[in-house]
Structures are given as C-alpha cells and as structure tokens.
C-alpha cells in the first residue's frame, strides 16, 4: 500500500518573473533522492472517466536530482524575552501571573522558564497534572530543586498563581487560587517549602513564557512542554511579593513602590497586532510571540460589558497559547528559482518525484509588476482574462484534518475514503491545522499559515476540494484555447482593484470563501467599474480574514454568531486580532455576498449532486447571449463531482439579502436530496422540513446582472458548476453556457 | 452522542433496498436507518482506505485520535466502493441489532 513520504513548501504563493521563490522539501526515510522539476499545471483530477492529471514542464535551474532529507518541525506557541540587565543578579524571587489552563492534566507544562539547564541555574514555574503549581530552582550544579504545591488544577478556569523564593531563609512559598467561586473547590491553596541549600535563581538564558527549552535550533529557544491555555500578566521581582503586591500587580500600571523589583511584568492588552509583549515595568524588557497563540481574547477580569478588544484592552490581557499552533515550519530552502522574464502568467509546481512518490508545491507566477512611475499600468496584463486563485480559502482549508480524525460520513452520507495523504498529514500533527480543526485544547482554530505543506492543497488531491477542483476549470480553460493570467488573493489584497482593472473579465475558483476587507472593496469596486466578474463557484465571500503586513502567510479568522462553521469562537471574541476588524460572516458586516455576485450560501450537502432548470428569467433578451446554442431546459446533470453540476455547497439569490432589483435568475436547481440542508445562520425556528426534499429554499440559483459603467455579474451558485465542464469532452450545456458568458464579458461592448 | 433511532431487524426490505442501490438516494425509511449506522463515534469510525487509487480499498477503523493511525480490518478488501458499503452495512447491522443480516 502506498504510503506518502515526501511534501514540502514555498515561502512564497504568487511570483512575477524576476522574482525569486524557495521551495523547502522533507523527505521521510526511504526516500533519499527525489526529482524536481517545475512544471505549469494544466488538469489534476484522476478519477475513471476524469481528466487526469496533466502538465508541461518549464525548463529551469531548478530541474534536477536533489538529495532527501527529514526536516523537523518545532510547533507550539510560546514567548520568548532575551536575557538583560533586567534578569541580572537575581538572588531572591517574586513571581505571578493568571492562568487558564485548558489541558492541565495532559502533562507537565510552563508556565514561565528562565533556566540554563546544563548549568542548573535559573527558575522555573510549571503546572503538574497531579501536584499544580511547581517551583524550580537551579541548585548551581547542573540540577534544580522542586517544590510542589499539591493540588491539581481545574481545566478551563482562572487561577491566579505566584511563587517566591526568599534566600535569606531559604523559604519558598506557592500559592494558587480560583477566581471563581465554588462550593467544595479543593484546587485552590499554598504550601511553604524551605530550601535545602541556597538556591542558584540568576541565570543568563532567555526567558519564556508558556514553554521550557533545553536549547536552540534555528537561531532561537526550542519551545517545549508547551502550556495550553490563556496566560495574563505574568511578572517577574527580585524580591518576594506579599499578598498585597500580588493584588497590586494583577492589572493596571506598576506601582511606584514596586518598580525598583520589579524585573518585567508584561501586558499583553497592548500591540495586539503585533508579535511583540510589552514590559510595563520601567526595563522595558519586551518579548516577541512564536507561532501565533491567540491575542484579543478574554482575561480574568473580563466582564461582558464590552466586546471589542479595542474598547476595554485591560480585559483581554489574556494570551492563548497552544501546543500545536504553527506560523512557519523554518525548513532550510532545498532549491530556489529565478522566475524567468518570460514566464507566462499560470498555476505552477514544484513537482517532486521519487519512485512512486510525489508532491505539488504549487504556486503562481502573475503577469510583471507594473512599474510604479507607468501610467498606463494596464498594459502590464498579458490576457484579457484572469483567473483568480483563492489562496485564503486554500489557507483556511489547508491541512483539515476532519476526514482521518472524524470521517466526514455523515456530511458525505457515504463511507469515507482514507488516502496515503490523509494518513500522511494524521503522521505529522506538527504541521498544524486547517481553520476547520480544534487545536489539540479544543479550541477553534483561527489562525493559518501557508509557510507550512498544507497537504490537501495539491492538484491531484483525492478529494475534489479547493485546488483540486478547481483543476477542472484550469482544465476547460487550457480545453479552449483562452488565454488567461493567473493571480491570486494575495495579490489583490495587497494591489487593490488596480490589479483587477487591467482585466476585461475576472474569474473566480469554485470555493472563494475566504474574504479580507481589501479583496472585498477590490472585487466590488472592479464590479462597479465596469469589470465583468465570473463566481464559478458556491459559499463564496463568506468569511471575513484578515492579513498582517508584518507577518506574510498568515491569516486570522473569527467564527463569530453562526455560520456553517465547525467551531465557534468565544463570546467576546469577535474581533480580530491581526486588524481590530469585527470576524465572522461578512453578512454580519453589513456586505452579503447577494450583494456583491447576486446569489449566497444557502444549503450544502455532500452526497448526490442535482441539476439546474432553466428559468421564464432566461428567456430575457438580456440572457439571451447566455443561452446561445442550449436548447436544453435541464441543465448540468452530470458532473465529476456527485454527478451534477447544483452540488456541494449551493448559493441562491434573495432580494431581501441585496441581490441586486435587476438581477435575472437564469437557471435553478431543484430536487436536492435530504443530505443537503439549510445553512443555520438563515434558520429562524426549526422545523422538521430542513432538507433538500422539504425544504423549496434548498436550491441554487445562477443569476446574471449588470453593473454600472458597462461591467456584469455571472454567478454559478453551486461548487459542483466546475466539476461539469469536462463532460462530454467539454460539448455540454454547462460548458457552452460558460463559454457564452466569457465570451461576452471579453467582448468590451458595455453590457448595460 | 451518537443517534439512537431505532433499527428493526425485521425490516430486511430495507436492507435489500440497499444492497441493490448501495449508495443512494434511499427511500425516507432507509435513509433513517443508514444515517443511524453513519452516525457513530469518531474512535472505531469504518472506514475505506485506499490501497489502489480508485481501484482497490481495505477496510479500517479509525483511531479517533490526532496522530493515531487508524487499525487496518484484514482481508477485507474491495475493488468497489459499492461492495464496501455493503460489507460496513451488514457488519452494522449486527452490531445494532445483534441479529446477523440473512438475506436470501
Ligand atoms: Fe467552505
């Protein structure tokens, strides 16, 4: 049986020519030597009676044999503050903080650590599944001395924790306490300990926060024995704290009476936008975060009262740290390119090959840059069209791990199907999770990374998802002869509508879910401009994402309210980090997605695909271009993906929900089965009539309108739309429909 | 917690119905009693492996687990997906029932 041995990544998604990106690659054993080659994708779908998987290689550098190698990942999230004046000579010790552990029973985990261990100097406090809270103390001779509270934590509840070590006496004393308050509550408690010999504190190792590290790799401190859960205002003295300075130190400023000990005491209710942890104390000894825990979360003092972050930043002065959050695997690049000057704009890869293995790390090279003192930047486009590559839907997708932790059976109402992939990516919880995951803590998770193999990203993926779905429409476009650039979600986050106007017609994926306020106001603006835009898809513009200048190839989500969604955020939690911005649906912002394409989520199912039936809408003179050459009512049924083209997830107009007054339904779907069912964000009771056989909601729509300055609007309303396009080697009605409507939105006659 | 609707054994009907038509749509009675059998804990999940890409499967069951891999069943193996959700039904058949299923 096949087993997946080899995957890797770029450190860049979208490449003009003249520029440069790397490829990392990580070989298990067995694979020492693999073949690259960088190859334009043209089809990816294997299944009998599909395309199949084709490509045309681009001579390069880059081809070639390379040698294998393991890799290793170091994921968790954790903070690291280099060692300063403000740790030096420390003889006695005051430390606190709140904590929320989440899995406190899972194993010993720290709480904060600065501790050279070889030479067994330094601190550290830790939380034990059996005894809580935990000093150590180096003892000056390679060990350290540990003293145990006795009482094991709550999961999932505030404690407020501090530790001291007085070496005058020799006394250490521990005390945790639960800020909530419970009847037989047996967590909460001290203990005083003397020291045998005089502990060595000071210490000129780094010191974390919600991780150990026995040394370095990359640069910086290998986290380990990582804390799951939320830590708030952790606080370093060189001198023991009494009960009174505890209080004092929990939240607001440092007291003028305790800053000459105070070491650090960070406050992490500042630079939310940022990797950064702030010293309030006057050493200023600030800290940078590792791989993205969660900022903007609730403290222990929240209240409710304010929801935003922004509003009430001393009640979200909480970090979620996580042992399983990644932002950038750090491999060392294997191979790298030059894109060359004359590159045609398309989907790339990376294609690895040893012996039955391979892998796609794909990417995009986009038309070159127009130069910044050019006027007349449109010339800079090499096509009249230009598909649109979702990377933040691929992101948000990017190593679900549903399938092999879960089987989506009931989703799917069929059996699940494992693939070496599946079981490949279930290999290497270091490789982090898609946004449809929980963290190894249970909480949602809602950061991604592409500086990571996201594994279910690959053109010939077996599940027919995102980029390997959208294989069939690279596919019908290589089928006929268009010329078209490729760009991607990235690029239009950053260049704005810009570079959408250089196009006569924009064309979406088929799951363009995943929306930043940027490509909103990008795309809608180019609709408004004159732009023709072709939503080849279902569920799009869904989400709202936000981006980090500072931090490219992650992003941030919310899943706020509702929304088919398998996880839910935190009340209070609603905003997002990275830009302040509210998360969640952007139907919750004000902007459906009927107000943007004409049709939004609806339904989904995932186990037969439907058909569409033309519409008296169709019969319009304004449609009639659409339906040139179809004399066929029923449309779309049949398709690669269930077997129609009204599948998976579906999108239906509503004037109520923005569909423009003159938008025309073309085309609907009907006769959906039981599996698929009503988004909830749009159930008000529940009744018994949910599926697709009760419920008349259930359907798509395809609907066509026109939009200011001559520009239009052509929107599927079904991810299963693609999947029909090969069918009948292309000579379909969905592919002719297609095929008319692109054919109109190149011709630059206004439409309106 | 996984479903608790109901399977009577006596109903082989609808266990013909679905050895004919083993990947549906099913009849509203079928499809009651299929998403019974669906509608189970992650941990010891069947599932289809594949062995042969669209040609070949083994049957498993899945660990339930992050990082766990899945138990492969020995020889059960299917050269279509039809066959194998025949095979899972019989198996769950009994296991929700404790009648084995005979069907003539
Ligand atoms: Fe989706």
Known sequence: ?752 | MPSQYPIDPSRTDLAHEFMANPMGPHSAALQRIVTRMRDTEAAGRYVLVTRVPYQEWGLAQLSGKRGVDLTMIEDQVFTSIEDAERAVFKLRWELITGVPLALD
């Open chain 1, 1 to 752: 049986m096949l087993e997946k041995k080899i995957a890797g990544y770029s450190d860049e998604i979208s490449v003009a020519p003249g520029e440069r990106i790397r490829f990392m690659v990580s070989c298990e054993a067995g694979v020492d030597r693999y073949q690259a080659d960088i190859v334009r994708l043209i089809s990816g779908d294997r299944q009998p009676g599909g395309p199949g998987y084709r490509d045309e290689l681009l001579p390069t550098s880059v081809s070639g044999e390379y040698h294998g190698r393991t890799q290793e990942t170091y994921c968790g999230s954790y903070a690291i503050v280099p060692h300063g004046p403000a740790f030096a000579g420390l003889a006695d010790l005051g430390l606190q903080a709140a904590i929320f552990p989440t899995l406190p029973s899972l194993r010993r985990a720290c709480v904060i650590a600065k501790m050279d261990v070889e030479a067994g100097r330094g601190f550290a406090l830790w939380t034990d599944p059996a005894q809580g809270l935990v000093l150590q103390l180096g003892d000056g001779a390679g060990g350290v001395q540990e003293f145990a509270l006795g009482r094991p934590l709550v999961a999932r509840e505030w404690y407020l924790v501090s530790a001291t070590y007085d070496s005058a006496v020799g006394e250490v004393r521990l005390h945790q306490e639960l800020l909530n308050s419970y009847a037989r509550d047996e967590s909460s408690g001290a203990a005083t300990h003397t020291s045998a010999a005089t502990a060595a504190v000071s210490c000129e190792a780094p010191l974390l926060i919600a991780a150990a590290s026995r040394g370095e790799a990359r640069g910086k401190p290998v986290g380990e024995m990582i804390f799951n859960g939320r830590i708030e205002r952790p606080v370093v003295a060189s001198r023991v704290l009494d009960a009174g300075d505890i209080e004092a130190l929990r939240h607001g400023p440092v007291a003028p009476n305790l800053r000459s000990d105070i070491c650090a005491a960070w406050d992490f209710g500042q630079a939310f936008e940022t990797d950064d942890i702030i010293d309030i104390s006057p050493n200023r000894a600030h800290g940078r975060l590792v791989n993205l825990p969660i900022r903007a979360v609730r403290g222990s003092n929240w209240t409710g009262d304010e929801l935003s972050f922004h509003h009430a930043p001393d009640q979200y002065a909480a970090i979620h740290f996580l042992d399983d959050s990644l932002y950038d695997c750090e491999w060392e690049p294997d191979f790298e390119l030059e894109i060359p000057a004359d590159t045609p704009s398309g989907l790339y890869a990376a294609r690895l090959r040893s012996g039955d293995q391979e892998d796609h790390i794909t990417f995009v090279v986009r038309p070159p840059r127009e130069l910044s003192e050019r006027a007349d930047a449109g010339d800079r486009a090499t096509a009249s069209l230009a598909l649109l590559i979702p990377t933040a839907s691929y992101m948000a997708y990017g190593n679900a791990r549903g399938a092999i932790e879960v089987g989506n059976e009931l989703l799917a109402n069929h059996l699940t199907v494992i693939s070496p992939e599946m079981r490949y990516l279930n290999r290497h919880p270091d490789y982090g999770n898609s946004m449809y995951d929980d963290h190894n803590d249970g909480t949602g998770v809602c950061y991604s990374s592409r500086l990571r193999p996201l594994i279910n990203i690959r053109p010939t993926h077996p599940w027919l998802w995102q980029l390997s779905a959208d294989m069939h429409i690279v596919e019908w476009l290589e089928s006929q002869d268009i010329a078209f650039d490729v760009i991607t979600d990235e690029d239009m986050h950053q260049d704005g509508v810009a570079l959408l106007e250089r196009y006569s017609c924009v064309m979406t994926c088929s799951h363009p879910e995943y929306y930043s306020t940027p490509m909103w106001d990008a795309l809608h603006a180019f609709t408004q401009r004159g732009g023709r835009l072709m939503y080849m898809g279902g569920n799009g513009f869904y989400w709202r994402v936000a981006y980090r200048d500072d931090k490219p190839g992650a992003m941030e989500m919310r899943r706020t309210e509702d929304g088919s969604r398998s996880w839910a955020s935190e009340p209070g939690e609603y905003y997002m980090a990275f830009t302040g911005e509210y998360g969640g649906l952007w139907w919750r912002a004000g902007r459906t997605p009927q107000s943007l394409v004409g049709n939004g989520f609806i339904a989904q199912g995932f186990d037969h695909s439907s058909y569409f039936r033309r519409t008296a809408d169709s019969r319009d003179p304004r449609a009639a271009f659409i339906f040139e050459g179809v004399d066929d009512e029923i449309i779309g049924d049949f398709g690669l993906i269930g077997g129609g083209a009204a599948g998976l997830e579906l999108d239906s107009a509503s004037r109520a929900y923005g569909t423009p007054p003159h938008a025309l339904v073309v085309a609907t779907s009907e006769q959906h089965t039981d599996a698929y069912i009503r988004v909830n964000e749009d159930i008000g009771h529940m009744l018994l009539s949910i599926g697709g056989q009760d419920d008349p909601g259930v359907h798509a729509d395809v609907v066509f309108f026109e939009t200011p300055r001559g520009g239009a609007v052509f929107s599927t309303g079904s991810i299963g739309w693609s999947s029909a396009l090969f069918h009948n080697d292309h000579d379909n009605n969905i592919s002719r429909i297609t095929r008319n409507v692109l054919n109109r939105f190149l011709d630059p006659t206004p439409l309106a």
